[in-house]
């Protein structure tokens, strides 16, 4: 068991300055005065060109360029870019699942500290923050704002779901609360928004699946898998034991089978959350519980060739 089963909100705090220097997706800065921060995908009446193209019936008269027009003697239209801001939405999952962790520190505070690297960075470039933390039995929602405050009371959130979790506490885990969190992510976030899920997925199903796709349709969605390399990495001898409210389950590790179907489970998981990256073009950045969060994130952010969608 990780000796970093807890995290403060002086810690979370902490990361402010480590946040500084990530490569954090966003879409392209917005130069004029007076606009949003960000180049929308949506199509409107903004300030930046964006292309010139043959009108269409059910194209705005208003956008024709009538010099192109008369040249070419073909009806042209010029196409802008809206500008508006991009508010983002840090889900963060400490369900009782996330506390495991075999080494440096359980997959909840992996969650937490990635959660508020994200958050700080995002505040940092000049956008609203808000979020979503959430274990077996609640919900924390907080609006988004731009200000530490703000930031704080994420941090504040995430610590105080954190320190509740224990292995002891008896009770079913809740695999069904992602898809309902997510579910009301999606009637929060119509448009526009940023949307950050940290979690270990845990539960998944199709739903889940037909949530993200229906989230990534107007928003940028992101998702941070949060995995311990435990179950890519079995020992190969011993026993460990592992509890879980009032289960508990003895893996035997010496017998071929038994690791054979904890790698079969941990592979075919992969698996299907692989498919969604390729299937619905949504970023899974995996982060593991053994390494240091930052350096991770900073990596795999500027590894990502992602870019957000034409909506």
Known sequence: M??????????LAALESTARDLTFIQRNAVQQPLTGRHSSRMRGRGLTFEELREYLPGDDIRTIDWRVTARTSKPFVRIYGEEKERPALIV?????????????????VTAAEAAMLCAWRILGSGDRVGG???????TTQLRPHRSRESVIALADSIA????????????ERATGQLDTVLRTVENVAH????????????????????????????????????????????????????RGGSMQA???FQQAKARNAIGDF???????????QQELGLPMLPVSTALETAPQLRRLLAQTAWRQRRR
């Open 160 to 171: 105080a779901m954190n320190q509740a979790l224990n292995a002891r506490t008896p009770g």
């Open 132 to 138: 979503q933390v959430f274990n077996d039995s609640g």
């Open 191 to 242: 448009h526009d928004h940023l949307v950050i899920i940290v979690s270990d997925f845990d539960g998944h199903s199709a739903e889940t699946r037909d949530l993200l796709l229906r989230l990534s349709v107007r928003n940028d969605v992101l998702a941070i898998l949060v995995y311990d390399p435990f179950l890519l990495e079995l020992l190969t001898k011993g026993e460990m034991v592992i």
């Open 92 to 108: 963060v999952d400490q369900r009782t699942n996330m506390f495991f962790g075999s080494r440096r520190v359980m997959k909840s």
């Open 266 to 276: 941990a592979r075919s998981r992969g698996r299907e959350l692989l498919a969604w």
């Open 250 to 252: 003895e893996l035997a």
């Open 2 to 11: 990780s000796d970093g089963a807890y995290v403060s909100v002086e810690q």
